[in-house]
């Protein structure tokens, strides 16, 4: 690795570093998870186009704690750099739960904002998004509204700053903090509900096409202790059409 990019690798390293430490002095409960994601992004015009992104979740087994998630949006590009974007999400379990679990559909409204960046001459991106949030329980649809900030930046391997990333290996970190805005109470009672950092290997395989294989640690804050950790391994495709 040349120089800027130790820095780079050091620099993201550290902030995840620094966050999952602080979390892991609360944190007990410790689970394991596999998950299969699909990003696609279509461009209609210069302004217009959608998103969508496909992810099925699952415990070690893939047979337990499993489920769909299925998130299509519309999408305003303002600018080379800034993205508006709004749509729904619904989460489908699809295996059999106890008697006593309270995870079953959600219905999600969301609007995001992405702004598209560099750090030390590597691709970053920021999304801020807003969700409203249905969650179907076995006595009742509660409602909840949920804000989320991500980051998440591109470190190629052996391609030089100074030219675009069209083909070949990379890095990618990125982490996501999630806040509990109205009604934490049907939740986990708390503004913080939870955090995801995350780092992948990965190869761009044209200029539209991606594929990583990663592992994500995923922090989740509970009403009532222990709070948890998932350990998740991760592939990812990504497409931009």
């Keep these: 690795m040349d120089l800027p990019l ?15 430490l602080s979390l892991y002095a609360q944190a007990q409960d410790h689970t394991f998870n596999s998950w299969f994601a699909w990003f696609n992004n279509v461009k209609f015009s210069e302004r217009w186009g959608m998103n969508n992104d496909i992810q099925f979740r699952a415990g070690k087994d893939w047979n337990s704690s499993s489920l769909l998630l299925i998130r299509p949006g519309v999408n305003y590009y303002i600018n080379e750099r800034h993205t508006a974007s709004m749509g729904y999400a619904t989460t489908l379990v699809t ?21 598209s960046d560099k750090l030390l001459g590597f691709s970053v991106q920021h999304r801020f998004r807003l969700e409203q949030r249905f969650l179907k329980r076995p006595d009742e649809t509660a409602f909840a509204q949920r804000a989320r900030y991500f980051i998440r930046g591109i470190i190629p391997v052996n391609s030089p700053l100074e030219k675009k990333f069209d083909r070949g290996l990379f890095i990618s970190l990125q982490n996501e903090l999630f806040f509990n805005i109205q009604n934490k109470n049907t939740l986990n009672g708390r503004f913080f509900d939870q955090n995801r950092a995350y780092l992948s290997f990965g190869y761009r395989l044209s200029p539209r096409f991606d594929l990583e294989a990663g592992y994500m640690n995923q922090f989740l804050l509970r009403n009532t202790a222990p709070n948890a950790f998932v350990h998740i391994g991760q592939i990812g495709f990504y497409s931009r059409l």
Excluded: P
Excluded at 95 to 115: A, G
């Design 95 to 115: 295996n059999e739960l106890s008697d006593n679990s309270r995870r079953l559909t959600e219905h999600r409204i969301w609007q995001q904002y992405i702004i």
């Design 6 to 20: 130790q820095h780079a690798v050091r620099k993201w390293g550290l902030i995840v570093i620094f966050i999952q």
